[in-house]
Every structure is written in structure tokens, then in C-alpha cells.
């Protein structure tokens, strides 16, 4: 056995170089996962917002499936043949004033998720003859609704295309 005096402190520097490194792998490990739940949180806020804009949808379907159509203008939430293009969805379009809410603001999101309906130029219907007459025609109609998730930034658009 050696003398206490002659030894100069090893076990303790290697405990401490130890300790080091254990500290900088669970802080390592602590900030993968702090990333994997804020990535789950925004997966969850993209899903919720694009189930809102999905109701919304489907809300806008059941306006058009009605027995009676409402009046299209070149503003407003019903819209005209070209009042718009597409770019104007994402730019500049007011959807505070310029859209109809769905009923009330579904739990967990921001705020009531919203659509607009484009009357799109008439077609007539396949299998009529042009000699018979007046050719029967068939609506379609785009419907663009917006989705906010819980974080008001967090927006999904989704569109449809209605034939009626």
C-alpha cells in the first residue's frame, strides 16, 4: 500500500472527467428530445388546422347542395367567374370579411375556420345533342376554405371543386 502522501488525486480527476462527460450526453439527449415534442406539437397544431379547414370544406359543399344557390358578385365570400386567381388565395385575400365562418370556433384552434365558393364558367352536359336545342347546363363551383390551427400562424388551405 502506498503512502497517502505520495498520492496526488487520479481517481478524483477521472471521476470529474467522467461526471463531464456523462453531463454533456444527457444534455445532448434532453435537447433531441425537447426537439421531437415541439415537432409533435406542430404536427398536432397542422392536423388540427387542417381538420378545421376540412369542415369548413365540407360546409361550403352543403351551401352548393342546397335547393337554392346563393347571389355570386365580384367580391364578398360568393365569387364570379375569374373575379380572382389563385395567387390572390394566398395573398391577399381578406378572409376576416371576404368569407363565411363555419358555425362556431371548433376547440383547440385560434379562430373559426372560414370558406369562400368561385362560380366557375358553366359546361354543357355530355350526351346532349346541340340540334336538340338548349343544351342543359352543369355548375361547377370552387370552394376554398381556411384552416387555423392552435397557433394563429399555423394555416392549411384546402380546395374543391363542386359540380352541381
Request: aromatic share 8%; hydrophobic share 40%; charged share 15%.
Amino acid at each position: 500500500m502506498r503512502n497517502s502522501n505520495s498520492q496526488r488525486g487520479a481517481a478524483l480527476v477521472t471521476g470529474l472527467i467522467f461526471m463531464v462527460v456523462l453531463t454533456l450526453l444527457v444534455v445532448s439527449a434532453m435537447r433531441g428530445t425537447i426537439l421531437e415534442e415541439k415537432m409533435s406539437g406542430n404536427a398536432r397544431d397542422a392536423d388540427l388546422a387542417f381538420q378545421s379547414a376540412e369542415a369548413a370544406l365540407r360546409a361550403g359543399e352543403k351551401v352548393l347542395n342546397g335547393a337554392t344557390l346563393p347571389t355570386f358578385s365580384a367580391s364578398g365570400a360568393y365569387l364570379t367567374v375569374g373575379s380572382r386567381d389563385d395567387a390572390y388565395w394566398l395573398s391577399t385575400h381578406n378572409w376576416t370579411t371576404n368569407s363565411v365562418a363555419y358555425g362556431s370556433v371548433p376547440n383547440g384552434v385560434a379562430a373559426a375556420p372560414r370558406y369562400v365558393i368561385e362560380q366557375l364558367p358553366a359546361v354543357p352536359s355530355a350526351g346532349f345533342s346541340k340540334k336538340a336545342g338548349i343544351i342543359p347546363e352543369t355548375g361547377y363551383y370552387k370552394v376554398t376554405a381556411r384552416g387555423v390551427g392552435g397557433n394563429p400562424n399555423t394555416l392549411r388551405l384546402v380546395q374543391t371543386t363542386y359540380r352541381r
